[in-house]
């Protein structure tokens, strides 16, 4: 992607456009149906509730991390909205950690709803949303953060993994 793409918001692919966490209620979506027409075995009764309860503490943790994240980008007066143009770099907080905190946090949630939901399906699909992710919605938010902060931003990279 050019770096003028990035910087004054040529051409957006389709799946920035159409934001993360579409895709991951797509795939979600596709799971309850295969679930349906084509069940995977869940496993025994007793097991249920306990991963239940497992993928409901996974799907808040998820939600908690995102809230924070939503909360340091208002902080921060700048987009969070990956087609939108940053007026500032965001490294506080989660951001230490990861550069993607609020993908991290979709995964999280995603996962916990899997269990939640009893939808192995779900766990199936997950490659899905998160090679949209890995293959054009970061790639696309990280020629954006270098046309606007260039060397900042790099040495932010230097020191910060793109996921954990």
């Known amino acids: 992607m050019s770096t003028e793409v990035a910087r004054k918001g040529g051409k957006v692919p389709l799946l920035v456009r159409t934001t993360s966490p579409t895709h991951f209620a797509l795939a979600l979506l596709a799971a309850l149906g295969l679930q349906r027409i084509a069940p995977i075995?869940?496993?025994?009764?007793?097991?249920?509730?306990?991963?239940?309860?497992?993928?409901?503490?996974?799907?808040?943790?998820?939600?908690?991390?995102?809230?924070?994240?939503?909360?340091?980008?208002?902080?921060?007066?700048?987009?969070?909205?990956?087609?939108?143009?940053?007026?500032?770099?965001?490294?506080?907080?989660?951001?230490?950690v990861s550069r993607n905190p609020m993908y991290v946090s979709l995964v999280l949630s995603y996962v916990g709803l899997a269990g939640v939901l009893l939808l192995p399906w779900a766990l199936v699909l997950l490659p899905l949303p998160l090679l949209a992710l890995?293959?054009?919605?970061?790639?696309?938010?990280?020629?954006?953060?270098?046309?606007?902060?260039?060397?900042?931003?790099?040495?932010?990279?230097?020191?910060?993994?793109?996921w954990l």
């Open 41 to 96: 075995p869940l496993p025994a009764q007793d097991s249920q509730q306990t991963i239940q309860v497992i993928g409901g503490l996974l799907a808040e943790l998820g939600l908690a991390a995102a809230v924070v994240c939503f909360v340091l980008f208002a902080w921060r007066r700048t987009t969070f909205i990956p087609e939108g143009t940053p007026s500032r770099l965001v490294i506080q907080g989660p951001y230490r």
């Open 134 to 162: 890995q293959r054009v919605l970061i790639p696309f938010e990280e020629a954006r953060l270098r046309a606007e902060f260039g060397r900042d931003y790099e040495r932010y990279c230097q020191r910060v993994r793109r």
